[in-house]
């Protein structure tokens, strides 16, 4: 193969290796720019990322946060002290100066306070005797009418640091947002508050979630970073090298300021208390008292998770938003969430993906035989077990890096040099089978033209020997002895004469190709010569001798394939064994028989017998095996038909049916 690679042809054929492979890398490329840019390629790349998250899941407990839920049996069991929902929010006031001496580290409602309700006031001075409280604000798709809280946005935005105020930090955006502005119009110092839109994804899941919103100019944290950093307002702001950086802590974020949740396997991760354990506790219920190190130092989340809350779905299944985001915070405390992918490893993966589409180029260039489509194939498995391995890596290392690209690259490419291999070695088979046939064609045809040149030579000399033997027979004083020996040679002489024959029939019919000749003549007479010139006395002719049959065909041909059946019959017949022919007109055919009481033909080989040089098995008898082949050429060409039925060790019967002239 090394020699072949290095001839003229080697060159042409690696030459066109290489641009059938740099075709092939151009549609890669294609493929890799269009494929991003459909609408089920971020469907693929969210399974492929849930399934790698799923592989790495483990229990996880986070003990710095806690839920209180609003569930139906808390609302049911307050019923009787604090009415129907929603509450007056006086009730707040307890619960928040009640976890302020529990010693909480912070309090977020996720609750949206929008409108004015009983008990403001009182809510009010808690939160200003509270420092650690977060309220909940929303994003809005439409801008709201009128500019009576832009005083409050303002006041409450975090601010960019002066080095990058010319330039937009990484954030999502809103036209505008629904802040608690009831709780926000008093006196005194502004609470925290946080915005409690989440990001979807196109298929409805939550796997980030923003650290940072932009509206109307002013830079708003979320839930989870407000509730991370209450107590203070206006922190400053700053994005250094990808990371949004916000005092001494920074975290890695995408364009719209958004990082990538890790849930845990567990789905009891975060602790839970219902809202009637907690309102009795704050209250002061006899028999209801709390241990304070149930709450000490940890963050609360007092949300909904009764049938009018919000429900959110994630690849862990349909959890309560309030879970979600108090996960997020313990995710962001512990350092647990998933950066976004960067664009160097990712650009890693896509080269390491494209090995199975440059190996057949890069051999070409080094004049290495190219690689068969079974190599291929392994390498392309190799390269998916790596990329899968290099990208659960850096997973784990809490490092996201786009799965879905580098696996469609890698299929495309092994697929497509798998296609190219093959075709390059169905060309190549096809190649040197062309060539072999080509030679052995030669090879037939020389040999064809010997053994008919041979055979034309012999059929004198052969002629002459049975002349002469004729000649001989007819004097009257030989001995019986010689007269036997005479028989025997003329016998033997007969079958070479008809292997000649069926040789120079078989040149002729191979010269002619598929032209017969055209003439009318008596099937009853030529079948007649045929019987005589057999000289097998036990023959017995069934037919009317004055019926003339008329076909229309070449004589000389249809001589030669009765006289094979004939001599096929006399050949496999015991002595003094008979041999029926009959001739009849059936419709617009005529129908010859010729049936003999010889050994048969086995079953097995009856649907070989008309097959060139082929010798049935059994008693074996001399022969070339090519006079069947011929009679069915014969026969064929004539626009008949011929059939065979036999019985081992009873006989056998050869069927032919020629057309009638105008049938």
Same mark, same amino acid.
């Given at each position: ?125 808690? *939160?200003?005797?509270?420092?650690? =409280?977060? !309220?909940?604000? /929303?994003? +809005?798709?439409? $801008? %709201? &009418?009128? @500019? ?71 830079? *708003?944290?979320?839930?989870?970073? =407000?509730? !991370?950093?209450? /107590?203070? +307002?206006?922190? $400053? %702001? &700053?994005? @250094? ?423």
């Amino acid at each position: 193969m090394t020699a072949a690679v290095n001839g003229p042809d080697g060159e042409q054929s690696g030459l066109k290796r290489l641009r059938a492979s740099l075709t092939l890398l151009c549609l890669i490329l294609l493929l890799a720019w269009l494929a991003p840019r459909s609408s089920l390629y971020p469907r693929i790349e969210s399974w492929l990322q849930d399934r790698s998250q799923a592989v790495l899941a483990g229990d996880v407990n986070f003990d710095d946060v806690l839920v209180v839920e609003i569930d139906e049996a808390s609302l049911a069991e307050l019923r009787p002290y604090l009415g129907n929902w929603p509450y007056s929010r006086d009730i707040y006031a307890v619960l928040l100066d009640y976890l302020g001496e529990m010693q909480a580290r912070t309090v977020f409602f996720d609750i949206l306070f929008l409108d004015a309700r009983p008990g403001d006031a009182e809510f009010r001075a808690a *939160l200003e005797r509270n420092h650690n =409280a977060v !309220l909940a604000a /929303g994003g +809005l798709r439409q $801008a %709201l &009418a009128g @500019e009576h809280d832009a005083d409050v946005l303002a006041a409450l935005a975090w601010q960019p640091a002066d080095a990058v105020r010319a330039r937009p930090l990484p954030a999502s955006r809103w036209p505008s947002v629904a802040l608690p502005l009831p709780l926000l119009n008093g006196t005194g110092p502004l609470p925290a508050v946080g915005l409690i839109s989440l990001e979807h994804d196109a298929d409805g899941m939550v796997r980030r979630i923003p650290l940072l919103h932009r509206t109307q100019g002013h830079y *708003l944290p979320s839930a989870v970073l =407000a509730t !991370l950093y209450s /107590g203070a +307002l206006g922190h $400053a %702001l &700053a994005v @250094e090298g990808g990371k949004l950086r916000v005092g001494h802590a920074s975290w890695d974020v995408d364009d719209e300021g958004t990082i990538g949740l890790a849930y845990p396997a567990n789905t009891g991760s975060v602790l839970t208390m219902s809202l009637a354990t907690l309102v009795k506790a704050a209250l002061g219920m006899a028999g209801h008292e709390l241990d304070p190190g149930l709450l000490r130092d940890k963050a609360i989340f007092i949300g909904s998770t009764a049938l009018f809350a919000d429900r959110v779905s994630t690849p862990r299944g349909i959890m309560n938003g309030v879970h979600v985001l108090a996960i997020a915070y313990a995710s962001l405390l512990n350092g647990l969430y998933i950066s976004p992918p960067r664009p160097d490893f990712d650009l890693l993966l896509v080269l390491l993906a494209m090995i199975p589409a440059l190996m057949t180029p890069a051999l070409s260039v080094i004049r290495r035989p190219a690689p068969g489509p079974v190599s291929i194939l392994l390498v392309l498995a190799l390269v998916i077990v790596a990329l899968f391995g290099l990208h659960l890596l850096l997973l784990a290392g809490r490092q996201a890096t786009t799965i879905a690209l580098p696996l469609l690259v890698a299929l495309a490419g092994g697929l497509g040099a798998s296609v190219l291999a093959v075709r390059a070695v169905a060309r190549a088979s096809s190649t040197a089978a062309l060539a072999q046939a080509d030679l052995a064609r030669m090879q037939v045809a020389q040999q064809q033209h010997t053994v008919a040149m041979v055979s034309h030579e012999l059929k004198s000399p052969l002629a002459t020997i049975d002349f002469t033997l004729q000649n001989l027979e007819r004097v009257g004083s030989l001995p019986a002895a010689v007269i036997a020996r005479h028989q025997k040679i003329r016998r033997a002489s007969r079958r070479l004469l008809a292997m000649i024959d069926d040789n120079l029939t078989e040149d002729r019919l191979r010269q002619r190709g598929l032209s017969v000749g055209d003439e009318a003549f008596d099937l009853h007479i030529l079948i007649l010569e045929v019987v005589q010139a057999a000289e097998w006395p036990l023959i017995e002719l069934d037919a009317d001798r004055g019926e003339v049959v008329k076909v229309r065909g070449d004589r000389e041909m249809l001589r030669v394939a009765f006289t094979n059946l004939v001599g096929n019959a006399i050949k496999y017949s015991p002595d003094e064994s008979p041999i029926h022919i009959s001739i009849a007109l059936n419709g617009d055919q005529v129908l010859v028989r010729v049936i003999d009481c010889g050994c048969g033909i086995a079953e097995d080989d009856l649907g070989r017998i008309f097959e060139p040089y082929f010798r049935a098995g059994g008693l074996r008898q001399p022969g070339s095996g090519l006079g069947l082949a011929l009679v069915r050429q014969i026969v064929v060409l004539h626009g008949g038909e011929i059939d065979v039925e036999s019985v081992p060790g009873r006989g056998t019967a050869f069927s032919v049916r020629l057309p009638l002239p105008g049938g």
